[in-house]
């Protein structure tokens, strides 16, 4: 029996919907969950980061202070995880930290993607080495920084000469397409996942997320708003390509709905339902017409999202990822223990062809907890 290879991946997504920590063992061929934590994020947290995601005043300081508060979030995460186990700290050889997305601007003349949680903060308050910072060195050769899970999913998830599509729903969507070819893999965001439909029913009803798709469901979709968000220049571009809530955020719902008032709000709930189906459907028809499509993040959930977007994709058998034995809503989890677990092995981590770097390369910075 081989001894076990324990990392901690710690993952909080666009959506703000959680801190998920997750502990895995890659002794084996396929790396094993041994355990799940999710530690919810306290409202005037929540708050406080939704504000850093706009530009605004005194930005610096709430960017510090935030930094520093993130990293003892997460670090209550590992600890809260730890506690579930009877694993010693000790065992642990590292955590890969994702960190708090506040900007991701990779298109810009001087690209950048900026992630808070101090690295440093989570070292101490847990007593375990952290890897972290894992999309810079991406963009420092001249990548997106995103979306940096296609490798994982085609180590984990590829079979030879069958065509696979790995979906992530988080806040916004991305795939990875695994031609059964390792050499063509490719990965982008689509566009939208659950940001906008979280937004709109927290703001009209004040309820965190459409559980299972029912408001939208109680809705019926408007077919020229549908047109008029498609229309976004996003959708049409070609990849390596990456986005965030800088393009799709409350601001642009707001301008998207100006000549739609009239709507009832169930409808809009529906028509955004149909905008993350669409795009996303878009853009796996393109990859090609048939294969099998495996779901994974909050998105998979959501009875109403898959139900409209098996819908859109005919030629495709579709299920979650659990189906190949790994637990739709810790994916991402996984893959940033997967990421330290690599960077600990001084292995690349990322798919040129997916973020457009120059080269693969060992992606993050370690922080000794020593």
Request: aromatic share 6%; proline share 5%.
């Amino acid at each position: 029996m081989s001894k076990p290879e324990y990392f901690i991946g710690l993952m909080s997504g666009t959506s703000m919907d959680g801190v998920d920590a997750v502990l895995v063992d890659f002794s084996q061929p396929k790396p094993q969950l041994i355990a799940g934590h999710t530690q919810a994020i306290p409202s005037h947290l929540l708050k406080g980061l939704q504000r850093l995601c706009n530009p605004a005043a005194d930005e610096i300081n709430r960017l510090g202070r935030l930094d520093r508060t993130v990293g003892s979030l997460f670090a209550n995460a590992v600890n809260a995880l730890l506690e579930k186990t009877n694993i010693p700290k000790e065992q642990i050889i590292a955590i890969g930290s994702h960190g708090q997305t506040v900007r991701h601007m990779p298109n810009l003349e001087v690209g950048f993607t900026l992630q808070i949680g101090d690295p440093n903060t989570i070292a101490v308050e847990t007593g375990i080495d952290v890897i972290a910072d894992f999309r810079r060195k991406d963009i420092a050769l001249g990548g997106q920084g995103a979306p940096l899970v296609p490798a994982f999913h085609q180590q984990v998830f590829a079979e030879k000469n069958q065509i696979r599509v790995i979906l992530n729903i988080g806040g916004i969507a991305n795939v990875t397409f695994l031609p059964g070819n390792s050499e063509q893999v490719l990965g982008f965001d689509t566009g939208p996942g659950n940001t906008l439909i979280d937004a709109f029913i927290l703001q009209n009803l004040e309820q965190a997320f459409d559980e299972d798709g029912q408001w939208a469901e109680s809705g019926n979709s408007n077919q020229a708003l549908l047109t008029q968000m498609l229309s976004h220049p996003y959708f049409s571009l070609h990849y390596p390509k990456s986005t965030g809530r800088e393009l799709f955020n409350q601001a642009w719902l707001e301008q998207q709905l100006a000549n739609f008032s009239h709507l009832d709000a169930a409808d809009i709930q529906s028509t955004l339902l149909d905008l993350t189906c669409h795009s996303i459907a878009n853009d796996i028809n393109k990859l090609s017409p048939n294969g099998q499509l495996f779901v994974c993040g909050g998105g998979a959930l959501n009875g109403a999202l898959m139900k409209r977007l098996a819908l859109l994709v005919p030629g495709y058998q579709l299920q979650t990822t659990s189906a190949l034995g790994v637990d739709a809503k810790w994916v991402e989890g996984i893959a940033f223990a997967w990421l330290a677990m690599r960077h600990q092995h001084n292995l690349p981590a990322n798919l040129p062809a997916v973020t457009g770097a120059s080269r693969p390369a060992v992606l993050g910075g370690r922080y000794s907890a020593k």
